[in-house]
């Protein structure tokens, strides 16, 4: 299957633009070409259109998705934009219909289906608190909030394999301060080994960010 195709399938399921789309799929079919181990996840799931453009860039893979399902939790925005990150923001979503349109054959309450695929519904990192995270390649964060996209690049990180990358969809948007502040202050603890780079289209930014494990 080639973006296109995927992308027509998973566009009415994602808040994402074709441009942002592509750097997403190129990235992650980059990262496991040729590599046959390690898992993928994605922090912020929403409706699940770009988890299900991760399914089809890397089938064999194993996928990780973590998200309330109910919108934004309750917590701190100090260094947010408040008015723009409220609570139960991105609510309007059923998990029973991120389940159907990734895996139909996947029971309602089941974690784990069989052709790989793991549900974390809950608050992050707390959906984390019994369950033992892979290694992993690719990571996807697309949470907007600052306090979540911090625990991302410090839970994350650690477990991503050498070669891997985290794309942060986030970082270039206005009413995402939160998640660039946090993305650079990860970042600036070690500035040659968190190298961040800014994503383009081929012509233009995306407002994407991306950073590759040496």
């Known amino acids: 299957m080639d973006f296109l195709e995927a992308w027509r399938e998973a566009e009415p399921y994602t808040m994402l633009g074709a441009e942002r789309g592509r750097v997403l799929w190129d990235t992650v079919t980059e990262v496991t070409a040729g590599c046959f181990y390690g898992a993928i996840a994605e922090l912020g799931v929403y409706r699940g259109g770009t988890a299900l453009l991760l399914r089809r860039a890397a089938p064999g893979y194993h996928l990780h998705l973590f998200d309330t399902f109910t919108g934004h939790p309750d917590g701190s925005r100090a260094h ?113 080994l968190r190298e961040l780079h800014l994503a383009t289209d081929g012509h233009t930014l995306t407002g994407q960010a991306w950073v590759r494990k040496p």
């Open 80 to 192: 947010d934009i408040a008015a723009s990150q409220p609570r139960g923001r991105f609510g309007d979503v059923a998990l029973s219909r991120v389940i159907e349109l990734l895996e139909p054959t996947l029971p309602i309450g089941m974690g784990v289906g069989r052709s790989g695929l793991t549900i974390h519904a809950g608050i992050f990192p707390d959906t984390l608190r019994h369950a033992a995270l892979p290694m992993l390649r690719f990571v996807h964060v697309d949470c907007d909030l600052y306090d979540s996209v911090a625990a991302a690049c410090r839970i994350f990180w650690p477990a991503l394999e050498h070669g891997g990358v985290l794309l942060f969809d986030d970082y270039g948007f206005p009413d995402c301060v939160g998640a660039k502040r946090a993305v650079d202050e990860w970042a600036a603890i070690d500035p040659e």
